[in-house]
């Protein structure tokens, strides 16, 4: 019996249908939004995590732009291969 945990959501779905619209969408289905959030939020949290290991090596206790910055690019780095590869 698989059991599923569901996770609370930290960012609200209304700015997912407002930038779907922006980019030019004239209808937007509750489960788009929420799609386009959740892999949004899942990209943060591995931004925020590459972000607070480089953080902790430069010995720190708190976490920088600079720090944000070079996880954000680490992070994309690593996921372009694996779009390129689906």
């Known amino acids: 019996m698989v059991i599923k945990v569901k996770r609370e959501k930290n960012l609200p ?3 997912f249908f407002r930038i779907l619209k922006s980019a030019g969408a004239s209808r937007v289905s509750k489960e788009a939004a ?3 959030r959740d892999l949004v939020e ?3 949290l591995e931004i925020a995590g ?8 430069a010995r720190r206790k708190t976490v920088m732009r ?3 910055e070079l ?3 680490r992070v ?4 372009k291969p694996s779009l390129l590869q689906e």
């Open 42 to 44: 899942e990209l943060c």
């Open 13 to 15: 779905l209304a700015p």
């Open 66 to 68: 600079e720090d944000i």
């Open 34 to 36: 929420e799609a386009m």
């Open 50 to 57: 590459e972000a607070w290991d480089l953080t902790l090596h």
């Open 71 to 73: 996880a954000a690019k």
């Open 76 to 79: 994309l780095k690593q996921l």
